[in-house]
């Protein structure tokens, strides 16, 4: 995991002490991550986030915004990134209010060059997760929506549960053409197995409520 972190990962360094950001860069290269460093929250938050798998090391107290006040913009924005904070003396209440906000890890400085790269690989781990899940599902929503109208019809109430002679009296169809539509579907889904079927719309479940495109909330409207 680790090797492939460092061929394609991003540190993104939040710090208005330039020694601080070169320290950090220097530390973070010599290990093959790749940096990018930022002055003020403000600039960062122009910027955006990188496209890649990444994390922040953020000073907590930082010019104009703070680094709670940019963990607080990014949560505003539905923007999922992992935080490591670094305060330049133990702050206990701010440390549990960027805990309990998200944060990876909150580091006092001076903290050991080891305990910084152990928190930063955590949050880089995290988040090659999160987007490698946002990846299939991304992919599994591209096939679904390459099915028919019918065949997502049939596919959904198969996950859901539903025998060939039900879905055939709620659609009006017969039970041949049920079994059809059924094979397409899964045939379009890549799914091995109905139990696969099934795993593949379950993840659309995590959508959101505002998502139109949920299979389970086409089912429900339906029904």
Known sequence: MKENLTREAIVVVIDDDASC???????????????????????????????????????????????LKVQEELAKAAIQVPIVFVAAHGEIPVA????????VDFLTKPFRSQELLDAVYSAL?????????QQRRATLRQRFESLSTREQEVAVRV????????????LGLSEIMVKVHRAHAMQKMQAKSLADLVRMIDLFDTATAQDRNNPRDQLNAAT
């Open 96 to 103: 549990v209010r960027a805990m309990k906000a998200g944060a």
């Open 125 to 133: 781990e995290q988040d090659g997760l999160r987007r490698a899940a």
């Open 159 to 170: 996950a859901a549960g539903k025998l060939n002679k039900q879905i055939a009296a709620d």
């Open 21 to 67: 950001r070169t320290a950090l860069k220097e530390l973070f290269e010599s290990i093959g991550l790749k940096v990018k460093l930022y002055a003020s929250g403000s600039a960062f938050l122009e910027d955006g986030i990188p496209d890649t798998t990444s994390c922040l090391v953020i000073d907590v107290k930082l010019p104009e915004k703070s680094g």
